[in-house]
């Protein structure tokens, strides 16, 4: 690196998904490109590869902050996975107990990290006093908490889906947006005239926590803010998930220059005019971008599979080659596709911090060529049917036949005769 370097300047951030593992230095401030200095792909995101990762990096020569999804941070730290009892990493907080949940604030500080106990796994792997939550995390834990406890009848929720069509109802249901999407949602005051008064209430609080809490910089009375959409969550019936905790009794873990981890870094938008042009076994799939989430996007995916379910269920997603499509291709073509066939394909554009939403496009392909055309043909013939031609045809069918038939007759007498020449 040519350029000076301060360790202190740089924040690691760590991006997991179920297919690969990534970690980026963003600058704090913005001031400087990000930079990616590990990706692994098709390896799971294990504590395993996690560890391998903070060596590679040579994570404890530079130290660096790191934020991360909570999933990310508590692989970190050694945490068991999924929903444990004990899942926060700074204090024992009991996940199931309900009736204390918004009511008690104080819980038994997480001192030790012992593999074995309290849901600790397996060894830290770095310092707990360097995490820090990024803001849009938070605010996706909010909205899908949010969305979960709104009533799945009523014409709000069905709203969502009728703005979403491309999101199936499984993710709606647990209400998995990513950022773009939510800013979507914040301007939309037609959701917001369809929401109860409860409902109403716990939103707007909703919106001022991502304005004065989780944007760019804290207003001064932030923690009345908090207190005020935890109490509106509480009221509305929201389940209190690890993220709102965070909010409840670890609010002073959100450091001053939170925002500088914020909002210009998201996953890309979802793309747009995305069309699929099909011919009998192949097809293109043409986009544009409308925008790369603050980072470079780094390349496309595309997908299909087909629109015919199979016991009642689709088949799982085919990739399309090449998996990493260039960041300046706006088409690709697939091939080996079944004539006369319907298929759903899906695009996305990735970028450091990850994939944007998939969207996803239904095309039926043609009537193979030579079926078709066959066809084309038999139809024609039939309705120009022409008899003179017929009549002309036979004629000479007959002609050539009669012709024939002189033919033979002149050899067959001259071999007659011949015969008789020769035995008077
Ligand atoms: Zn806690």
Excluded at 339 to 348: M, Q
Aim: with cysteine; proline share 6%; hydrophobic share 40%.
């Amino acid at each position: 690196m040519k350029q000076p370097y301060d360790a202190k300047e740089w924040r690691l951030f760590i991006d997991a998904s179920k297919e690969s593992l990534k970690a980026v230095l963003l600058h704090i401030g913005n001031a400087k490109p990000s930079i990616p200095i590990g990706h692994a792909v098709n390896c799971k995101e294990t504590y395993d590869t996690m560890a391998k990762l903070i060596e590679l990096i040579k994570y404890k020569c530079h130290n660096w902050y790191i934020c991360g999804d909570l999933k990310v941070i508590s692989m970190l730290l050694g945490l068991q996975g999924g929903y444990t009892k004990y899942c926060c990493f700074l204090c024992l907080w009991d996940s199931r107990a309900k009736q204390d949940h918004y009511k008690r604030k104080i819980w038994p500080v997480r001192n030790e990290y012992v593999p074995g106990k309290m849901n600790v796994k397996n060894t830290c792997l770095v310092d707990p006093k360097k995490i820090i939550l990024p803001p849009l995390h938070i605010k996706l834990g909010l909205m899908k908490n949010f969305t979960k406890a709104l009533d799945k009848s009523k014409p709000a929720f069905q709203y969502l889906c009728s703005v979403f069509t491309n999101l199936s109802a499984a993710k709606l249901k647990e209400g998995i947006f990513v950022g773009p999407q939510i800013r979507r949602i914040l301007d939309d005051t037609k959701f917001e005239s369809l929401l109860t008064e409860v409902e109403k209430a716990a939103w707007h609080s909703f919106k001022r926590v991502v304005k004065n809490f989780l944007g760019n910089k804290k207003s001064d009375d932030y923690k009345e803010i908090v207190e005020n959409l935890l109490q509106n969550y509480e009221r509305m019936g929201v389940n209190m998930s690890l993220k709102i905790h965070f909010l409840h009794s670890h609010l002073e873990f959100f450091p001053e220059n939170l925002g500088t981890v914020s909002d210009e870094h998201a996953e890309p938008p979802p793309l747009v005019n995305v069309t699929v042009h099909a011919s009998t076994i192949l097809a293109i799939i043409l986009w544009n971008v409308a925008g790369d989430g603050g980072h470079p996007i780094l390349d496309f995916t595309a997908q299909y599979r087909s629109a015919a379910p199979v016991n009642d269920s689709l088949e799982p997603w085919r990739p399309i080659s090449p998996n990493h499509i260039s960041p300046n291709s706006r088409q690709i073509d697939v091939y080996h596709l079944e004539p006369n066939a319907s298929y759903w394909f899906r695009v996305w554009a990735n970028n450091v911090l990850g994939p944007g939403p998939p969207v996803e496009v239904l095309a039926t392909t043609l009537y193979s060529d030579q079926e078709a055309e066959l066809y084309k043909h038999f139809l024609e013939g039939a309705e120009t049917f022409d008899t003179r031609t017929w009549v002309a045809a036979v004629c000479v069918v007959m002609g050539t036949l009669a012709v024939l038939a002189a033919g033979t007759c002149a050899v067959l007498c001259r071999e007659w005769r011949r015969s008789g020449e020769q035995h008077p």
